[in-house]
C-alpha cells in the first residue's frame, strides 16, 4: 500500500480541506477491508475510517462521521481520505492498512487494532495549523 498526500505538504488551516490517497493496485485479494487511521503526537493510534472493497461500503469512528470521507477510484486503484472542516486536534500521522476480509469494519473503531491489519501504508503527516 503506498499512502500519499494529494496536496503539497500536508499543511493545512483550520476549517481548510485536505485528500489523503492509498495506492491499493497489487493487493493479492479482491476482499479485503481497507481503513484509514491516525496517530497524534503523544498519543495512541486510532481508526478513522473502513471501507469494504467488495461493496465500498464505509464506516467512520463517531467523531469523525460528516467531516471525513472515504471513496474510492477503482480505475485508478485508489482509496481517498477526504478531510474537511480540519481542526488542529487533527494533526497527525495518517496511515492506511489494509486486512484481508472486512468483517472487522462491522467492530467500533476502537476495536480496530493497526497491529491486526496485514498490509500496511506509509504514513503521511497532516497538519492543521494557522
Known amino acids: 500500500l503506498r499512502s500519499s498526500c494529494r496536496r503539497w505538504g500536508g499543511l493545512v488551516r483550520p476549517g481548510g480541506s485536505l485528500t489523503l490517497s492509498c495506492a491499493t493496485s497489487?493487493?493479492?485479494?479482491?476482499?479485503?477491508?481497507i481503513g484509514w487511521f491516525r496517530q497524534a503526537p503523544g498519543k495512541a493510534r486510532e481508526g478513522v475510517s473502513c471501507?469494504?472493497?467488495?461493496?465500498?461500503?464505509?464506516w467512520y469512528e463517531d467523531s469523525l462521521a460528516g467531516r471525513f470521507t472515504t471513496s474510492t477510484d477503482k480505475a485508478k486503484n485508489t482509496v481517498y481520505l477526504q478531510m474537511s472542516t480540519l481542526k488542529p486536534e487533527d494533526t497527525a500521522v495518517y496511515s492506511c492498512?489494509?486486512?484481508?476480509?472486512?468483517?472487522?469494519?462491522?467492530?467500533?473503531?476502537?476495536?480496530?487494532?493497526?497491529?491486526?491489519?496485514?498490509?500496511w501504508g506509509k504514513g503521511t503527516q497532516v497538519t492543521v495549523s494557522s
Open positions: 492498512a489494509a486486512r484481508y476480509g472486512s468483517a472487522w469494519c462491522l467492530l467500533p473503531a476502537a476495536q480496530w487494532d493497526y497491529a491486526d491489519m496485514d498490509y
Open positions: 497489487g493487493f493479492p485479494s479482491d476482499s479485503y477491508g
Open positions: 471501507m469494504s472493497s467488495s461493496d465500498g461500503s464505509t
